[in-house]
């Protein structure tokens, strides 16, 4: 298992370093920040002013540098080396080297102590990983009552899994899009999760806007059909399990 692991991690590691050198950005991580899963997962966030935050998937810092700026302490940590340079670098030259720290590290090899972080981000993370030994590391570090959000993309829905079948070139070898398993793994170790999906009808409209972000027809588009798809869920809970992403909201709660 740790070969296993350790082969996997080493190729995401390659992956993300090469993608880094060539100055590769996906559209789709670009542009979905203005998406409608996006705005909720910034909302759910909310204030941060004095907390000990934990992003994981740090990237080249932006994220962190801005919670940083909003009061927090943050330890962004990525298993790119290449883009743990680039935010450490960005983040002396915009002054917040004292308030946001950048290791190169893995989830599933968190080395911080129990009960750690008031809160844990990620976003279009944990599919790159083992789900197991992420989840049980995000809830050993993770400080009773603390929170861990996180935006993913999911598996369950045919059209997806053929649309990743055709489009290999978009992900990394190793990654893996959420499967209804996973989520089922998540809420047993958080059984208080609170789980937001987006996209059924809308996610084609979701991966048009990825390329045209700024169409204000398919803005418009987008917009009927996920209020279509929130009816849906609405008269149909269950089927959020085939919708295209989820919001996750995972808090500790120790009982005494």
């Not at 993300?16 to 203005?34: F, M, T």
């Not at 499967?179 to 991966?207: C, K, Q, W």
């Amino acid at each position: 298992m740790k070969n296993q692991l350790a082969d996997r991690q080493r190729t995401e590691e390659i992956y993300h370093d090469e993608a880094h050198k060539a100055g590769v950005i996906q559209r789709g991580h670009l542009n979905a920040g203005n998406s409608s899963y996006y705005k909720l997962f910034y909302d759910m966030i909310g204030t941060v002013k004095g907390l000990k935050i934990l992003e994981i998937g740090c990237g080249s810092g932006w994220f962190g540098m801005q919670l940083a700026r909003e009061g927090a302490s943050v330890l962004g940590i990525d298993i790119s080396g290449e883009l743990v340079k680039e935010a450490t670098r960005e983040a002396e030259k915009q002054g917040c080297a004292g308030r946001v720290v950048f290791q190169k590290m893995a989830v599933e090899n968190l080395s911080f102590k129990n009960n750690h972080f008031d809160l844990i981000i990620g976003s279009a993370i944990l599919h790159h990983t083992d789900i197991g030994l992420a989840i049980a590391n995000i809830y050993r570090v993770l400080s009773p009552e603390g929170r861990a959000i996180f935006v993913e993309p999911l598996n369950g829905n045919i059209a997806l899994k053929i649309w990743r079948k055709l489009t290999p070139w978009r992900r990394s070898p190793t990654e893996r899009a959420l499967l209804n398993r996973d989520i089922d793994y998540i809420e047993t170790v958080f059984p208080h999760a609170v789980l937001n999906y987006f996209g059924l009808t809308s996610m084609v409209s979701m991966g048009l806007l990825m390329y045209f972000p700024e169409s204000r027809l398919l803005m418009s588009l987008n917009t009927i059909l996920e209020k279509f798809d929130a009816a849906i869920l609405r008269i149909f809970p269950f089927w959020g399990r085939y919708y295209a992403v989820v919001v996750m909201e995972l808090k500790k709660i120790v009982k005494n």
